[in-house]
């Protein structure tokens, strides 16, 4: 904190420098696996083959086949779905986005995979590529349209469905305490961003007058 004079009259000015940014969250760790991608027919092919299948070489204790059990299918899936470790960023999420959304942002995600996936196949089989040999490129194309179209129409629909739930979200509160303007006005700085930031900077705020307090006395 620096006090300066002015010259202007009997007060000082104190003048000081405050971080303004927001702290986030810290990204968490997180190792799973793409259980996507796992191949039940060949999980079961090397399953019958493995000491699981095999009860000659069952230990007679109950803690060591335990022990085989876990030691063996974490074994089989490290063959087969390797371990991926990926950074996981929490984000807030808006009041209004209940599970309808959820679900809607879900089938969104989805079609636009099977999209990309029939828009792939329609470039090999156009492309004449062997492994697209047996797809007829007429079908495969309009596989890809028509996938798009669908893709499209729930990706506008999910946005239609956004803002239906945000307007009637916030028109609901406002409504509710329009009678109550201290409580109006927080909602107000809640929808347009500003609740969260003074929330935030309450602490700091409590900071400054403490350190304001604590430097006072030195200049007096």
């Not at 991608?37 to 335990?66: G, K, M, N, Y």
């Amino acid at each position: 904190m620096e006090v300066e004079d002015t010259g202007l009259s009997d007060h000082f000015l104190l003048r000081w420098e405050v971080s303004m940014a927001r702290d986030e969250p810290p990204p968490m760790p997180i190792i799973s696996r793409p259980w996507r991608h796992l191949d039940i027919q060949l999980l079961r092919s090397v399953l019958s083959t493995s000491r699981l299948c095999r009860p000659e070489v069952w230990p007679s204790d109950t803690d060591e086949l335990a022990v085989l059990y876990a030691d063996e299918l974490n074994s089989l899936l490290d063959r087969l779905l390797p371990l991926h470790h990926f950074v996981h960023r929490q984000r807030p999420s808006d009041p209004w986005f209940d599970k309808e959304c959820r679900d809607a942002k879900r089938s969104t995600r989805r079609l636009e995979r099977a999209y990309a996936a029939a828009n792939r196949g329609a470039a090999a089989a156009t492309s004449g590529c062997s492994t697209a040999a047996r797809l007829d490129p007429a079908t495969a194309v309009a596989k890809a349209a028509a996938a798009k179209a669908a893709w499209y129409n729930q990706r506008r629909a999910f946005r239609q469905l956004r803002h239906q739930k945000c307007t009637d979200f916030w028109r609901g509160k406002l409504e509710a305490n329009s009678s109550n303007p201290l409580q109006l006005w927080r909602l107000v700085d809640e929808l347009l961003g500003r609740g969260v930031y003074l929330r935030a900077l309450l602490s700091t705020s409590k900071r400054l007058v403490s350190l304001s307090l604590r430097k006072l006395p030195a200049y007096d």
